[in-house]
């Protein structure tokens, strides 16, 4: 049976790209590692050589054995210690260094991805990358130190020791190494296949667990706690099976290492007892040689173990490898210019837009916002109107045709430029862990504390700000979860009123607010609007019936361009959503107090 390689050929340009792009500028540090790799592996293999001795100075009754030889062991095992000291201490630097580089280089690559691209896995499922995954990368560049450099060390220097004192024992000792090899290689690649499954499976459960809190509100009313603790189970159930075939995996290996460490030492203490009690060899040497022999066992068994904590780092560098090389598809051409804003005017050309193949989401949208306008986007869900929106900010880029600000296509201008003239105002509103200031304060960085409550003060929000225990200096907890869904649009309008950008897409902004809320936020609204090229998508009709042109549009076609009383004139879709809307208002029951 032919011997396996420690790693296996796909494994190997892995490792050798964790090695260009983050392990080499770290390469002054890794070679004073090297050197004292050197030294263990020296001191640990004169371990024999000096039990050799003794026991030979033992039996030639030599005196000063007892004075020399304990001075020499203490010497040797101090160096031996501060070197794995010296070691340990440069090898976890340089490993936690290396981590947080890789960690901030996915975080960078998933911000920078596009919505297509983050949209295939959930935020969960991407979290899970940077726990389960890089557990697994951190400890295969430990041990690649600790255990492939340092006990490989120590196994050459043992065996140089072995050939030293008898080759033809060491030939005999090293018969048992293909026998062991050829399952150890075969443990590894099964141990590859269930890791990326079980990495895979982990990330599902994450999902899961996130998707069940998020709903908690709606579990508890529709009582679906047992549903979601027996889909629950059933993904821990799964992980659990996985981790189960991994350990029985990784079990099978030291009982392999054992018995083969145990059939070589068994071997050896056969034909050395033989020769010491002929007189071939003195005691001295037997003693040597079964020390090194069982010295050599810890650092083979250890490279035996390693193989399979290279095959489950493998999995997880694969999917790591993976998803930093894909490419975001929106992309900035070389040779793109700032986008020079003059008015503000937005146009359509024929646009064409779809998610997946089979799923057109627009088809020949031709459309025109005159700069300072308000273009009002009505229809039933699913018709394409945040679609059109989501292509202003190239958020996805078109299939087919054009978007122009001020004749400019989006694709010939920088990205940087073209988000900097765009101001979003959605139902979902995003707020991060901090304080009010800085979540106003992401509208244009650097803004000074009277600009943000300036901003605020526009907003209808200076007034609960203040209310607030810390005022601007209180944090709104987890997607702003310390405030009501009007505090939070409020903020996020005071946002969009600091950024000042000459083009304002506001996406439903007040259909999940209350009577009150929406008041206050639709005042705002409206002072934001002003001078601004403004395309709104709204779900009551009400809200923009003075919109200067109002685009009906359904199953990605526009279908109805005019104002709100041609429209209602027309007697087409918009009249009858229209009709639909006052009949449902009207339809409402009265709450008495």
């Known amino acids: 049976m032919g011997r396996r390689p420690l790693l296996r050929g796909d494994t190997l340009p892995l490792i050798g790209r964790v090695w260009r792009d983050w392990l080499r500028p770290h390469r002054a540090t890794l070679a004073v590692v090297l050197v004292l790799i050197a030294i263990i592996g020296v001191a640990t293999g004169l371990y024999p050589a000096l039990i050799k001795g003794a026991f030979d100075a033992f039996d030639h009754k030599d005196p000063a054995a007892l004075t020399y030889g304990p ?20 090898t976890n630097r340089v490993v936690t260094r290396v981590e947080a580089d890789m960690q901030a280089a996915l975080y960078g690559h998933l911000i920078d991805s596009d919505l297509a691209q983050l949209g295939r896995e959930s935020p969960a499922a991407f979290t899970q990358r940077f726990t389960t995954d890089f557990a697994f990368i951190k400890e295969a560049l430990t041990r690649i130190s600790t255990v492939l450099l340092r006990d490989l060390a120590m196994l050459i220097a043992l065996v140089v020791a072995l050939l030293w004192m008898d080759p033809v024992l060491t030939l005999v000792a090293a018969v048992v190494v293909p026998f062991v090899a050829g399952p150890i290689g075969r443990i590894g690649k099964k141990l590859r296949r269930v890791s990326t499954t079980t990495q895979e499976q982990m990330g599902l459960t994450a999902s899961l667990i996130t998707e069940s809190l998020q709903g908690a509100r709606i579990a508890k009313t529709y009582a679906l706690e047992s549903y979601l603790k027996g889909r629950a189970s059933g993904a821990f159930d799964n992980v659990r099976r996985l981790k189960m075939k991994a350990a029985n995996a990784r079990g099978r290996l030291d009982p392999l290492m054992e018995i083969g460490g145990g059939v070589a030492v068994a071997a050896v203490l056969v034909l050395v007892g033989q020769r010491v009690m002929s007189g071939d060899r003195t005691v001295g040497d037997f003693t040597g040689y079964v020390a090194a022999l069982l010295l050599a066992a810890q650092p083979a068994r250890a490279l035996g173990t390693l193989n399979a904590i290279l095959q489950e780092a493998g999995a997880a ?39 997946r193949e089979d799923a057109p989401a627009l088809e020949g949208i031709d459309l025109t916002a005159p700069a300072g306008a308000t273009v009002a986007l009505v229809g039933r869900s699913g018709s394409g109107k945040s679609s059109l929106l989501n292509l202003v900010p190239r958020l996805y880029d078109v299939t087919g045709g054009r978007v122009l600000i001020d004749g400019a296509d989006l694709r010939d201008v920088t990205i940087p430029s073209l988000r900097a003239a765009v101001a979003v105002v959605s139902q979902e509103v995003v707020l991060f862990d901090d304080t009010v200031a800085a979540n106003i304060g992401f509208g244009r960085p650097g803004a000074t504390r009277a600009e943000i409550e300036a901003a605020a003060e526009a907003a209808a929000a200076h007034g609960f700000i203040s209310r607030l225990n810390e005022g601007y200096e209180f944090r709104v907890g987890p997607s702003g979860g310390r405030l009501s869904g009007g505090e939070r649009q409020r903020i996020s309008l005071a946002r969009a009123f600091l950024k000042d950008a000459p083009i304002l897409l506001l996406d439903e902004a007040t259909s999940a607010l209350d009577s009150e809320s929406e008041r206050l936020v639709q005042g705002a609204l409206l002072r934001l609007m002003q001078g601004r090229t403004t395309l709104v998508i709204a779900h009551r009709l009400s809200t923009v019936r003075d919109a200067g042109l109002i685009v009906v549009m359904e199953a990605g076609r526009i279908v109805e361009t005019g104002t709100h009383d041609a429209l209602i004139a027309s007697q087409g879709g918009y009249a009858r959503l229209h009709r639909m809307q006052l009949s449902n208002d009207a339809d409402e029951p009265a709450f008495a107090p």
């Open 71 to 90: 001075i020499i062991v203490i010497a040797i095992t101090s160096i031996r210690g501060f070197a794995l000291f010296g070691q340990t201490v440069l």
């Open 317 to 355: 560098l694969q999917r790591y490898f993976a998803l930093m090389d894909e490419a975001p598809r929106i992309r900035e051409k070389p040779d793109a210019v700032p986008l020079v804003i003059t008015g503000g005017e937005i146009r359509f050309e024929g646009v064409r837009f779809r998610y």
